[in-house]
Nanobody
Framework: VQFVESGGGLVQPGGSLRLSCAAS????????MRWYRQAPGKEREQVAT????????NYADSVKGRFTISRDNAKNTVYLQMTSLKPEETAVYYC?????????WGQGTQVTVSS
């Protein structure tokens, strides 16, 4: 299982970013996908989840209404559209899946929200 994340960067408060995670090495369309984030000095937290076919999504309360997770199974890619970003959301963002009870993570992409 491998992931290549992209789309992170520096954005001003209130701005938007779209993260991408390209997956390989497993049957992407058969598994739920998640985005997590880890801020400096804090534990990793789950941000959003999408089911294998994209029919259902779930979000942390802190991002509901501002973040949208989506997937393109033809491209083996999961996305996280983030809007109205806040400085406290500065973190490394990771994509994740669990295949055969084994957790797999991407290398992470840094998102910095600062003026």
């Amino acid at each position: 299982v491998q992931f290549v994340e992209s789309g992170g960067g520096l954005v001003q408060p209130g701005g938007s970013l779209r993260l991408s995670c390209a997956a390989s090495g497993f049957t992407f369309s058969s598994y739920a996908m998640r985005w997590y984030r880890q801020a400096p000095g804090k534990e990793r937290e789950q941000v959003a989840t999408i089911t294998f076919a994209g029919g259902s999504t779930n979000y942390a309360d802190s991002v509901k209404g501002r973040f949208t997770i989506s997937r393109d199974n033809a491209k083996n890619t999961v996305y996280l559209q983030m809007t109205s970003l806040k400085p406290e959301e500065t973190a490394v963002y990771y994509c994740h899946t669990r295949v055969n009870f084994y957790d797999s993570w991407g290398q992470g992409t840094q998102v910095t929200v600062s003026s």
